[in-house]
């Protein structure tokens, strides 16, 4: 079964706190609509009105993830329309992040680029089992519209864009040569010196909250993480600033999962 999250494009505008309402639209599923009829259709079953809640609210969870996501991710301000294809398996695995074209715009290669990593970066919600139906993926297609952003949007934004940079750092340097057989949230606390050379790393492991059940304890994880943070060099990391004592004190936050990053990775 196939699923779109909107009939039309969802655009990423307007002020942050407006983002989720502007992607809430109903979820509709493709191929299962009444087909239209002379007599009255007859009232939905409890059970199949219970999994169509279920489903509207895959959807907005889903786009909540996205949409957060893409608009940490759009450092470059890059403008356009894209359709994201999102593959989930039954393990409730992303298994494929691609780009369908789009009859009406055309995107450019770096907007589906990163149309692409959002993806792969993104931990969603648990497809509801009943959505699968005979097929072994659920696939989500997800339109987007990215348009242009005046400077107060750009301002309104870049503490999450920078955030994003920060996490994203974080995994190239170090943390994305791990192995993860589980999801979950790392948050790392540093100390550097000027040459960014990290001094002190303090790991901590928390659940997603879209993917509570699908966290484990681990203290070898977390030890490793730990020693990894310790080899990173700051330097080149965004935001990296030395305080009074000529120090750089700062937090990050790094999601993980075992697709996160591409199928390289799984």
Same mark, same amino acid.
């Given at each position: 079964?196939?699923?779109?999250?909107?009939?039309?494009? !969802?655009?990423?505008? =307007?002020?942050?706190?407006?983002?989720?309402?502007?992607?809430?639209?109903?979820?509709?599923?493709?191929?299962?609509?009444?087909?239209?009829?002379? %007599?009255?259709?007859?009232?939905?079953? *409890?059970?199949?009105? !219970?999994?169509?809640?279920? %489903?509207?609210?895959?959807?907005?969870?889903?786009?909540?993830?996205?949409?957060?996501?893409?608009?940490?991710?759009? !450092?470059? *301000?890059?403008?356009?329309?894209?359709?994201?294809?999102?593959?989930?398996?039954?393990?409730?695995?992303?298994?494929?992040?691609?780009?369908?074209?789009? =009859?009406?715009?055309?995107?450019?290669?770096?907007?589906?680029?990163?149309?692409?990593?959002?993806?792969?970066?993104?931990?969603?919600?648990?497809?509801? %089992?009943?959505?699968?139906?005979?097929?072994?993926? /659920?696939? $989500?297609?997800?339109?987007?519209?990215?348009? *242009?952003?005046?400077? !107060?949007?750009?301002?309104?934004?870049?503490?999450?864009?920078?955030?994003?940079?920060?996490?994203?750092?974080?995994?190239?340097?170090?943390?994305?040569?791990?192995?993860?057989?589980?999801?979950?949230?790392?948050?790392?606390?540093?100390?550097?010196?000027?040459?960014? /050379?990290?001094?002190?790393?303090?790991?901590?492991?928390?659940?997603?909250?879209?993917?509570?059940?699908?966290?484990?304890?681990?203290?070898?994880?977390?030890?490793?993480?730990?020693?990894?943070?310790?080899? $990173?060099?700051?330097?080149?990391?965004?935001?990296? *600033?030395?305080?009074?004592?000529?120090?750089?004190?700062?937090?990050?936050?790094?999601?993980?999962?075992?697709?996160?990053?591409?199928?390289?990775?799984?």
């Amino acid at each position: 079964m196939e699923l779109s999250l909107s009939s039309s494009p !969802s655009r990423l505008i =307007a002020a942050w706190p407006a983002l989720p309402l502007i992607l809430a639209s109903l979820l509709s599923l493709a191929g299962c609509q009444t087909p239209k009829s002379v %007599a009255p259709a007859p009232a939905p079953k *409890a059970e199949e009105t !219970s999994t169509q809640q279920r %489903a509207q609210a895959f959807g907005r969870q889903f786009s909540a993830v996205l949409v957060r996501n893409a608009v940490a991710a759009n !450092s470059q *301000a890059l403008e356009g329309t894209v359709d994201l294809v999102a593959k989930i398996d039954r393990q409730n695995r992303l298994v494929a992040c691609e780009i369908r074209p789009n =009859a009406q715009a055309s995107a450019a290669p770096a907007l589906e680029s990163l149309a692409r990593q959002v993806c792969w970066d993104s931990v969603f919600p648990e497809v509801p %089992a009943e959505m699968y139906g005979p097929e072994k993926v /659920q696939v $989500i297609v997800a339109p987007l519209v990215f348009p *242009a952003l005046d400077e !107060s949007e750009r301002q309104s934004r870049a503490r999450a864009v920078e955030a994003y940079e920060r996490s994203r750092f974080f995994w190239a340097q170090g943390l994305g040569k791990e192995r993860f057989d589980s999801i979950g949230r790392a948050h790392l606390r540093f100390v550097a010196d000027a040459q960014g /050379q990290v001094q002190e790393c303090l790991v901590n492991l928390n659940p997603v909250e879209e993917r509570w059940s699908a966290f484990k304890p681990d203290s070898a994880l977390q030890a490793r993480l730990t020693a990894q943070c310790k080899q $990173i060099n700051l330097r080149q990391m965004p935001g990296f *600033a030395l305080d009074e004592t000529g120090l750089a004190h700062g937090s990050v936050m790094v999601e993980y999962a075992p697709w996160k990053g591409g199928s390289q990775h799984r």
